[in-house]
């Protein structure tokens, strides 16, 4: 299938509604967050939701797609600091080869607080990357999954900080493209992904089997689950949402211009 014909995504149950139901036109590629952008750059896919942070790096490339993004706000969250002791207190953060946005909001945080413990680079064991340092910046799936057996550990809720601070909600990825990609082929694809979010927020069935499954898969209780997708996430992008993607640009990755969205005119 034509590269034009793929669109890219992430490994986390933040992105099964838009890839849960069949389709003869669309196949996805499930790549970690920080090699999204580098599929896009090499047109492996056509769209994907990027983090911010790699958008901000490639923006000479690339575009932002309209009315499209995975948002968080709220208590949950998926970007934790989990540790035995205060993050006050940490001298060395362990930070997951997968991550991406979160590594950059992690330092903008703590900058805030006047914090400046050391990073290390490691994998995505929590476990391991708590032997070798005093905390631990955990994402995505396996955030929920510490979140639901040792809540007690968290230090640090990433999202709900930057949902405190600055009044907006938390854009985990932004849908993007390269600016040469075909025009015709992004306006269909922004219609798939449109009507993939519509129906699982109107069909209460398939929104409980897509819950079923993610619950089943990361071996989370159906109850978490379900609170994180009615009062964490939501997928269209109105205009908190939209400044949400300018301050973080500006003031997280120090990129001073504003980004540049696909136009379907």
Known sequence: MSWTNVIGRVPFLDCDPFFSAPSNTWSSL????SWLSGHLLRKDCLIAPIPLSDYA??????????????ISEGELGTSFIFGNRSIEKMRDIALPSDSSSSQFLLRWILSKRSLSPSFIDTGTH???????????LVIGDRALHEYSIKSENIRLNLINEWNKLTGFPMILGVFASR???????????????????????????????????????????????????????????DNRGINSIEL????????????EWFSFD
Request: glycine content about 2%; proline content about 5%; overall charge negative.
């Open 126 to 136: 929590v476990n391991n990357m708590l032997n070798q340092c005093d905390g631990a």
């Open 30 to 33: 499930s790549t970690p967050p």
């Open 179 to 237: 600016k040469d990609s075909p025009k015709d082929k992004i306006k269909i694809a922004h219609s798939h992904l449109k009507n993939q979010i519509t129906y699982f927020n109107k069909d209460r069935i398939y929104r409980e089997q897509i819950i079923q499954h993610a619950s089943e898969r990361i071996n989370i209780s159906f109850e978490i689950i379900e609170e994180y997708f009615n009062n964490q996430l939501s997928y269209f992008l």
């Open 57 to 70: 790096a490639n923006h000479e490339y690339l575009q932002l797609i309209p009315d499209l993004g995975i």
């Open 248 to 259: 973080f640009l500006k003031e997280v990755c120090a990129l001073d211009l504003k980004p």
